[in-house]
C-alpha cells in the first residue's frame, strides 16, 4: 500500500454552498438571493477531488467527456466504477482508493487539529485547567420517563455554562504543543467575506442582486490521509484542482508517509493521555446512521443535511444535485454512556472513505 498526507490549500477565497443559496433548476429549488458558505469542503468533495487527480495522472482524463468503452473500464478500474454514494445497492469499490481519512486542518507547523469535542469545557482564553481537554461533569444518576440511568450536565464551570455553550472551534492532537496552545477558535482559522453583484434572468432578461460568503483559510491548509494500492502510480507531488461555487483555485501537495498512524488511532491516543474515567464518545468525522438511533442518554449533537453529487457523462460531465438529501450526524458530536450499536455499524463501508469513525475518548478500552 502507498500512503500520503495531502495538503489542500485554498488560493483564493472560496465558497462551498449548502441547501441554501441560489436556484437549482434540476430539483425546482428557486433559491434566495443570498448563499453562506460551510468552512471546508465535503467528504464527498474530497473524494470526488481524489478521484479526479487519480484520473489525471493515469492520463485517463479528457476535455470532451468523450470516452470509449475500453476508456471507461480503466477508468473504472483506477476509481470505481460509480460516484459515491451513502446508499448504494451493494458494497462500493474506488479501485486503486483504499482508505480515505476525515478532513483535517494543519497549521503552518504541520500539526494536525480536529473538531474540539462538544463535551470540552476548556475554552481556548481558560489558563486556569493546564490542560486542553477537560470533558463536562455529569449528575448524580436519576430515573425519569428515558430510564434510571439518565444523567445532565451539572450547572457551573465544570459542567455546562449556558452563556458560553458547548465546545467549538479546533483541538491539536499532535506536535509538541502547551495545552494552552492546543485550542484555537474557529476565527483563528478562517474568516469571511461578502461579494455582491448581479446576475442576469435569461428568460425575463432581468438584473437580479444577489450576494455570495466567501471564506479564507488564514493559515495552514487543509489535510487527509490517503492510501492507495500498490497497482497505482505515483500520487503527483503538486496539483492544482478547482472547487465550489465560481471554481475557486486549490493547490494539492502529496507527500508519501510511510508506517504513519491513521487519523483515528492518532486521536485516540492523544485523549487517552487525559486518563478521563467518564465514559464518552466522539464523533471524529461525520456520521450516517444505518438506521434509527435509538438513544437513552446525554449527548450532544449537531446535525446537517447534504444530498450527493452525481457526475453525467452524458451532459458532458455536469454535476447536479441529486433529489435525495440525507441526514448526517457531524463531526465534533459526543454521547455519554453505552452508546447504540447503530452508531458503531457500517453496512455501506462509508469508514474508508472518511465517514462513520466514532471513538471513545474517556473510560476503560
Known amino acids: 500500500m502507498k500512503k500520503y498526507l495531502l495538503?489542500?490549500?485554498?488560493?483564493?477565497?472560496?465558497?462551498?454552498?449548502?441547501?441554501?443559496?441560489f436556484?437549482?433548476?434540476?430539483?425546482?429549488?428557486?433559491?434566495?438571493?443570498?448563499?453562506?458558505?460551510?468552512?471546508?469542503?465535503?467528504?464527498?468533495?474530497?473524494?470526488?477531488?481524489?478521484?479526479?487527480?487519480?484520473?489525471?495522472?493515469?492520463?485517463?482524463?479528457k476535455t470532451s467527456f468523450s470516452y470509449s468503452t475500453e476508456e471507461k473500464e480503466r477508468m473504472a478500474a483506477v476509481c470505481g466504477p460509480e460516484t459515491f454514494s451513502f446508499h448504494p445497492?451493494?458494497?462500493?469499490?474506488f479501485g486503486y482508493i483504499k482508505e480515505v481519512s476525515p478532513l483535517f486542518l494543519l497549521d503552518e507547523e504541520e500539526d494536525i487539529y480536529i473538531r474540539n469535542p462538544f463535551c470540552n469545557t476548556v475554552r481556548n482564553t481558560d489558563k486556569e485547567y493546564g490542560a486542553a481537554f477537560k470533558p463536562m461533569k455529569l449528575s448524580a444518576q436519576f430515573a425519569c420517563s428515558m430510564g434510571d440511568a439518565f444523567r445532565f450536565p451539572i450547572v457551573g464551570e465544570e459542567g455546562y455554562r449556558g452563556k458560553s455553550g458547548y465546545g467549538s472551534g479546533y483541538i491539536c492532537i499532535s506536535g509538541k504543543k502547551t495545552?494552552?496552545?492546543?485550542?484555537k477558535s474557529e476565527d483563528y482559522f478562517f474568516r469571511t467575506q461578502i461579494i455582491t453583484g448581479n446576475r442576469k434572468n435569461s428568460?425575463?432578461?432581468?438584473?437580479?442582486?444577489?450576494?455570495?460568503?466567501?471564506v479564507v483559510l488564514n493559515q495552514g491548509a487543509f489535510g487527509l490521509y490517503l492510501t492507495l494500492t500498490d497497482e497505482a502510480k505515483t500520487f503527483p507531488r503538486k496539483s492544482i484542482a478547482y472547487m465550489g461555487k465560481q471554481k475557486a483555485?486549490?493547490?494539492?501537495?502529496?507527500?508519501?508517509?510511510?508506517?504513519?498512524?491513521?487519523?483515528?488511532?492518532?486521536?485516540?491516543?492523544?485523549?487517552?493521555?487525559?486518563?478521563v474515567k467518564e465514559d464518552w464518545y466522539y464523533c471524529?468525522?461525520?456520521?450516517?446512521?444505518?438506521?434509527?438511533?435509538?438513544?437513552?442518554?446525554?449527548?450532544?449533537?449537531?446535525?446537517?443535511?447534504?444530498?450527493?453529487?452525481?457526475?453525467?457523462?452524458?451532459?458532458?460531465?455536469?454535476?447536479?444535485?441529486?433529489?435525495?438529501?440525507?441526514?448526517?450526524?457531524?463531526?465534533?458530536?459526543?454521547f455519554y454512556g453505552d452508546i447504540p450499536d447503530a452508531l458503531y455499524k457500517d453496512k455501506n463501508g462509508l469508514r474508508k472513505m472518511g465517514y462513520n469513525q466514532i471513538i471513545k475518548i474517556g473510560g476503560k478500552k
Open 23 to 61: 436556484s437549482f433548476e434540476e430539483i425546482g429549488y428557486k433559491g434566495t438571493y443570498f448563499m453562506d458558505s460551510k468552512k471546508s469542503p465535503e467528504q464527498t468533495t474530497v473524494i470526488g477531488l481524489i478521484r479526479y487527480l487519480l484520473l489525471q495522472s493515469e492520463g485517463l482524463l
Open 249 to 275: 483555485v486549490f493547490q494539492i501537495e502529496a507527500d508519501e508517509v510511510d508506517g504513519s498512524l491513521a487519523l483515528k488511532e492518532q486521536a485516540e491516543a492523544f485523549f487517552t493521555s487525559y486518563g
Open 89 to 93: 445497492e451493494q458494497e462500493q469499490s
Open 179 to 183: 495545552e494552552t496552545e492546543r485550542l
Open 284 to 334: 471524529l468525522s461525520d456520521l450516517m446512521p444505518d438506521e434509527t438511533i435509538q438513544y437513552k442518554n446525554f449527548g450532544i449533537v449537531e446535525t446537517k443535511l447534504i444530498r450527493n453529487l452525481r457526475t453525467d457523462y452524458s451532459q458532458k460531465g455536469m454535476s447536479r444535485k441529486n433529489q435525495k438529501r440525507y441526514h448526517l450526524i457531524t463531526a465534533g458530536s459526543v
Open 7 to 21: 495538503r489542500i490549500r485554498p488560493l483564493e477565497p472560496f465558497t462551498f454552498g449548502g441547501e441554501k443559496g
Open 203 to 214: 428568460e425575463s432578461r432581468e438584473d437580479g442582486l444577489f450576494r455570495r460568503e466567501t
